[in-house]
């Protein structure tokens, strides 16, 4: 428990804060318990420097050090570049952890964007989510919110942390302080979903409707077993919804059993199936909706570049 205690004092830990503060920031992270908070802390970018510079404060500011930029050409450039995209992959799917109280804690790492949903099932409980995109580089776990239901002023702002990945643990490190993330077992699954889609576009009326990309998006996070929608304004910091829990695809089927949901509690325990077809690299989704009403959706894959 200390450990978490530490982390989340750490992710508080900016000069903004009196001492005052912070003793109330601790005392309630202790009873909230959550995890990867100095990753969603206080690492904000200003809007005055670019995001090489922003990225690089950051990186200062969580792990106390700053990269040193390595000589050797191009070809050193093109093999690093390489290594990160590698590592990268092999974060992608869905890693669990607890907050010590009995609550889970998912993350979705998917083509360059992540979700973490803290959640209690058995209680039918949300009790928090945040995400946004990421990259890796020279071992460095890099993030840039955009949602945060915890703190809506933290969209924007990036972070960064050391990791190590040995077999099925993934463990995020700050100042020698870690915390550790399982991956779940997905080895027999082969979805065709397994990605990040955004949705394109929607019937009303009888008639397909392009959806015009914007600050405003709804996105459904799927690894090899589990999924996560997120409905929220990446500008405003505005949240609408989230909901998630495990999923299977097969046979023109896609089942979702729900696990948590934001706006409504008795969803949770529910499976929803619906038609699905994977076709010119969209994904046609159809059925009825968790309320009964039908639904005719299009949902393309966002790229990882």
Same mark, same amino acid.
């Given at each position: 428990?200390?450990?978490? &205690? ?14 005052? !503060?912070?003793?109330?920031?601790? %005392? ?8 990867? &908070? ?10 005055? !420097? ?40 092999? +974060? ?12 889970? *804690?998912?993350? &979705? ?25 990421? =990259?890796?580089?020279?071992? %460095? ?7 945060? =239901? &915890?703190?809506? =002023?933290? *969209? ?60 405003? %998006?709804?996105?459904?996070? +799927? ?24 999923? =299977?695809?097969?046979?023109? %089927? ?17 499976? +929803? /199936? ?11 989704? /159809? ?19």
């Amino acid at each position: 428990m200390k450990s978490r &205690l530490y982390l989340v004092y750490a992710a508080f830990l900016c000069q903004t804060h009196t001492d005052t !503060t912070m003793i109330k920031l601790l %005392k309630n992270a202790s009873s909230a318990g959550m995890v990867l &908070l100095f990753l969603i802390g206080c690492a904000g970018t200003s809007t005055t !420097t670019s995001a090489d510079e922003s990225a690089t404060a950051s990186a200062t500011a969580i792990t106390g050090s700053t990269a040193t930029a390595s000589a050797g050409g191009s070809t050193q450039t093109t093999s690093a570049s390489q290594n990160d995209m590698r590592q990268a992959t092999q +974060l992608e799917g869905a890693w669990r952890t607890t907050d010590g109280q009995g609550n889970e *804690v998912v993350m &979705l790492v998917q083509d360059g964007f992540f979700t973490i949903a803290r959640f209690n099932q058995q209680n039918k409980q949300f009790l928090g989510t945040t995400g946004g995109t990421y =990259t890796v580089s020279n071992g %460095k776990f890099n993030i840039k919110q955009e949602f945060n =239901t &915890l703190d809506s =002023t933290q *969209v924007g702002t990036t972070a960064s942390a050391d990791y190590k990945l040995e077999n099925d643990q993934w463990t995020l490190i700050k100042d020698g302080i870690t915390d550790t993330w399982n991956r779940i077992n997905e080895s027999n699954s082969n979805s065709p979903l397994a990605g990040t889609w955004r949705i394109t576009g929607r019937e009303r009326d009888g008639e397909m409707q392009t959806m015009r990309p914007g600050p405003r %998006k709804t996105l459904k996070v +799927l690894s090899g077993t589990r999924f996560q929608w997120i409905a929220f304004n990446s500008e405003t910091g505005q949240f609408s919804g989230t909901g998630g829990g495990t999923y =299977t695809a097969e046979n023109g %089927k896609y089942t979702e059993n729900i696990e948590f949901f934001s706006r409504d509690s008795s969803r949770v325990g529910m499976s +929803l /199936s619906f038609n699905f077809e994977v076709k010119d690299g969209n994904w046609h989704h /159809s059925g009825q909706s968790s309320t009964g009403n039908p639904i005719n959706e299009v949902w393309s894959r966002i790229s990882k570049d």
